[in-house]
């Protein structure tokens, strides 16, 4: 893929701007809540009275309360604050398959999903692995093209894909809970999606984008083959009759199918993306499923 082209269009950050306002008034509730915290404020969940002081807003008064108790209180609310977006971002070896288009889609959906978050006001981090670097972090739409830049500076790595202790190392730097999204091929010597059950349990709100490409299961039968594990590096040479490459297409098909099965028994969202969809469509079946909310 060319580095130069750019992730998200004006035209179409513009238009996933609109799409997330209209998904919003769709949504149930404040639309600025998806994970409530208790922080004192004007929000929608009550969370206690306090007496009222001369410039309290009138409308805050709790008339039954003064017919009870015959004092002035004030109704306090716990104001509901957007979560944090976590977006890891896999760059191993696999990922940088078939021109890397399955990484550059990858990093088109994070720079998306990090965009529509920002626009609403959220914070955002960034992290890639299996290097298990510190995520960088952004908040608020003046920080939206810093933030693209750090997902269009993304590069794929050599570096062997072991998902449990990468994604540690990744979120003991992030301090607060909220929405982790894991966007990747999901091809692993390790379980990943015992990986992303870990981030469930410690209470990250745990998505699954699975990036996916045509020519995974395209091999033609007849030729010599160099065969190479795209996660260990190990190499052998081969001629794959028709057979076997309808065996390697059957594993392939058993590998995503058990992959979702998993990842629904262990209650995590999963969204499939191939490399040929439309960005803005995915967008749109991302933000209808809750994708940035818990």
């Known amino acids: 893929m060319n580095p130069r082209t750019p992730l998200l269009t004006p035209e179409l950050l513009a238009r996933l701007e609109r799409l997330e306002l209209s998904v919003r008034r769709l949504a149930r509730g404040d639309p600025r809540g998806e994970i409530a915290t208790r922080q004192r404020g004007h929000g929608l969940l009550f969370q206690d009275h306090r007496p009222y002081v001369p410039g309290d807003d009138p409308r805050l008064l709790d008339w039954n309360a003064y017919l009870r108790l015959g004092e002035l209180l004030v109704r306090e609310a716990a104001a509901e604050e957007s979560p944090r977006l976590v977006c890891l971002v896999d760059v191993s070896r696999s990922m940088s398959m078939h021109d890397g288009r399955k990484l550059h889609f990858a990093k088109r959906v994070a720079a998306a999903l990090g965009a529509v978050s920002l626009l609403r006001g959220q914070a955002v981090s960034i992290a890639v692995f299996p290097l298990g670097r510190e995520p960088a972090s952004y908040f608020g739409r003046e920080q939206l093209w810093s933030y693209l830049e750090a997902v269009s500076a993304i590069r794929d790595s050599e570096v062997r894909g072991e998902w449990n202790s990468s994604l540690e190392a990744v ?34 709100s745990t998505k699954a984008i699975e990036i996916i490409d045509d020519e995974d299961e395209r091999i033609a039968p007849g030729e010599r083959v160099l065969l190479r594990d795209a996660e260990t590096g190990r190499v052998r040479q081969e001629k794959l009759d028709s057979a076997s490459v309808r065996r390697y297409v059957q594993l392939l098909r058993e590998h995503r199918e058990r992959l979702q099965t998993q990842l629904k028994a262990e209650r995590i969202a999963h969204r499939r993306a191939n490399t040929t969809d439309d960005l803005e469509s995915v967008m749109v079946d991302l933000l209808r499923q809750g994708t940035l909310s818990d």
């Open 171 to 204: 979120l003991r730097a992030t301090r607060s809970r909220g929405i982790a999204c894991v966007i990747s091929d999901f091809f692993a010597e390790a379980d990943p999606v015992r990986a992303l059950a870990q981030l469930r349990r410690r209470g990250f």
